[in-house]
């Protein structure tokens, strides 16, 4: 991306600005410290809440947020989920930007996990083209 890692980390450090890149995310509410929690939009319109945790934030490197899952409807499907983004100035002056989903699935076999891979590769994708469009790439 064109933009200083500064810049990006702006965005991505906020989880006030996840509606504007990250998929399906509606808006985010109770920032709270190092929680947030998203409300995401289902394929069939409706509205879902997760809540998520900040691991490790250190500024212009490295943010890091786990889904709370226990307790949770997203339980059946998962053991636990991380994302992680990782920004570095590259030769132009701009950002490297690197996004890591990590998922450890309950109950899936091979083929669902096939399918969840494919579906977290297209998030990621989504969420960084939308963060290039944020910072002029």
């Known amino acids: 991306?064109?933009?200083?890692?500064?810049?990006?980390?702006?965005?991505?450090?906020?989880?006030?600005?996840?509606?504007?890149?990250w998929p399906r995310v509606q808006r985010v509410e109770g920032v709270a410290g190092e929680r947030f929690t998203e409300v995401l939009g289902t394929d069939k319109g409706r509205s879902v809440r997760a809540d998520f945790s900040v691991l490790e934030s250190r500024a212009p490197?490295?943010?890091?947020?786990?889904?709370?899952?226990?307790?949770?409807?997203f339980e059946r499907l998962l053991r636990s989920a991380e994302t992680e983004v990782r920004l570095a100035p590259d030769d132009t002056g701009g950002t490297r930007v690197t996004l890591t989903l990590r998922q450890r699935l309950r109950g899936v076999g091979v083929l669902g996990g096939f399918m969840v891979g494919r579906a977290n590769r297209r998030v990621a994708d989504e969420a960084l083209a939308?963060?290039?469009?944020?910072?002029?790439?």
């Open 130 to 137: 939308a963060l290039a469009r944020l910072h002029g790439g």
């Open 61 to 73: 490197e490295v943010r890091r947020w786990r889904q709370d899952v226990d307790g949770t409807p």
């Open 1 to 21: 991306m064109p933009a200083s890692p500064e810049a990006v980390w702006r965005t991505i450090a906020d989880p006030h600005h996840l509606p504007r890149w």
